[in-house]
T-cell receptor, first 114, second 115 residues
Framework: GAGVSQSPSNKVTEKGKDVELRCDPI?????LYWYRQSLGQGLEFLIY????????KSGLPSDRFSAERTGGSVSTLTIQRTQQEDSAVYLC????????????FGPGTRLLVL | AQKVTQAQTEISVVEKEDVTLDCVYE???????LFWYKQPPSGELVFLIR??????QNEISGRYSWNFQKSTSSFNFTITASQVVDSAVYFC????????????FGGGTRLMVKP
């Protein structure tokens, strides 16, 4: 299909391990977003890319979280030394450009930290 | 800062009933965009509608309709003749034109449509 794809769909890891989550945006979309959905916090913004640049990293909860985007396409969200509170669904979205354009979401990666 | 409030956390209706999901927002920006997304049990957020702050016309799409009232800062969503497949969590969201690129979401309303 032509939608946003994310991998893996589910990830179980042990506390302290690093994890990488991947997002493939819709072809031609220059803006890419990461959000986190957890029971206690609802839907939270993490980071936004325009092209390969991340002008807004304000939502990253700690320095254990980082993200990169290469070739203006695929993005990877990395969580180092995972903690149990990192357990959540990580959602990726893309839009034609930044600003008010509609964001289209992927199916998410369900992360469980034991 | 922006804020979106969906006061109804859970609604249960019987199939064929009409149901309205409320959304109230706060923003200091004069130009902004409002959205509704549907999250079925599969988990993917599905885009339903986008509306800018200058367009207060109500919109109808099949059984779905939206009522945008700037005077009360509300953007309510009505499903007419609900169906079991409408069961999902619905999110209202806002993004200002010139104040960042992140969607601010409400807490969501879980709609359960019983046969």
């Amino acid at each position: 299909g032509a939608g946003v794809s994310q991998s893996p769909s589910n990830k179980v890891t042990e506390k302290g391990k690093d994890v990488e989550l991947r997002c493939d945006p819709i072809s031609g979309h220059t803006a890419l977003y990461w959000y986190r959905q957890s029971l206690g916090q609802g839907l939270e913004f993490l980071i936004y890319f325009q092209g390969n640049s991340a002008p807004d990293k304000s939502g990253l909860p700690s320095d254990r979280f980082s993200a990169e985007r290469t070739g203006g396409s695929v993005s990877t969200l990395t969580i180092q030394r995972t903690q149990q509170e990192d357990s959540a669904v990580y959602l990726c979205a893309s839009s034609l450009s930044s600003g008010e354009e509609t964001q289209y979401f992927g199916p998410g990666t369900r992360l469980l930290v034991l | 800062a922006q804020k979106v409030t969906q006061a109804q956390t859970e609604i249960s209706v019987v199939e064929k009933e009409d149901v309205t999901l409320d959304c109230v927002y706060e923003t200091r920006d004069t130009t902004y965009y409002l959205f509704w997304y549907k999250q079925p049990p599969s988990g993917e957020l599905v885009f339903l509608i986008r509306r800018n702050s200058f367009d207060e016309q109500n919109e109808i799409s099949g059984r779905y309709s939206w009522n945008f009232q700037k005077s009360t800062s509300s953007f309510n969503f009505t499903i007419t003749a609900s169906q079991v497949v409408d069961s999902a969590v619905y999110f209202c969201a806002l993004i200002p034109l010139n104040a960042g690129n992140m969607l601010t979401f409400g807490g969501g309303t879980r709609l359960m449509v019983k046969p």
